[in-house]
């Protein structure tokens, strides 16, 4: 079992940054892929930025490529996305999401096996 927080959200201006934190126990996290989805009011939750388990290779939804970057710090048992230049299309809950093994990373939301309970993140116009 896996348990995942995330935290680090909140209200920033347009074109203002956040980082936000994920924090993993329960497993080894070097067996993990990473990544981070959001869901708006009314919308389904969506693939943002994942980060592989073994060579820390990174992918983006084509919506932040450019202005978020995902890492992971393997030895803090933890997953991060700097996000810059936010734009009021990026507010939603924000979700950290484990998937054990894994050849590759996954934008499909099923294919996780663990999630946090969410951050609100809300950027003003």
């Known amino acids: 079992q896996v348990q995942l927080v995330e935290s680090g959200g909140g209200l920033v201006q347009t074109g203002g940054s956040l980082r936000l934190s994920c924090a993993a126990s329960?497993?080894?996290?070097?067996?993990?892929?990473m990544a981070w989805f959001r869901q708006a009011p009314g919308n389904e939750r969506e693939f943002v930025a994942g980060i592989s388990r073994v060579f820390g290779n990174t992918y983006y939804a084509n919506s932040v490529n450019g202005r978020f970057t995902i890492s992971r710090d393997n030895a803090r048992n933890s997953v991060y996305l700097q996000m810059n230049s936010l734009k009021p299309e990026d507010t939603g809950v924000y979700y950290c999401a484990a998937l054990q093994g894994g050849a590759r990373i996954s934008v499909v939301k099923s294919q996780y096996d663990y999630w946090g309970q969410g951050t609100q993140v809300t950027v003003s116009s």
């Open positions: 329960g497993r080894t996290f070097g067996t993990l892929t």
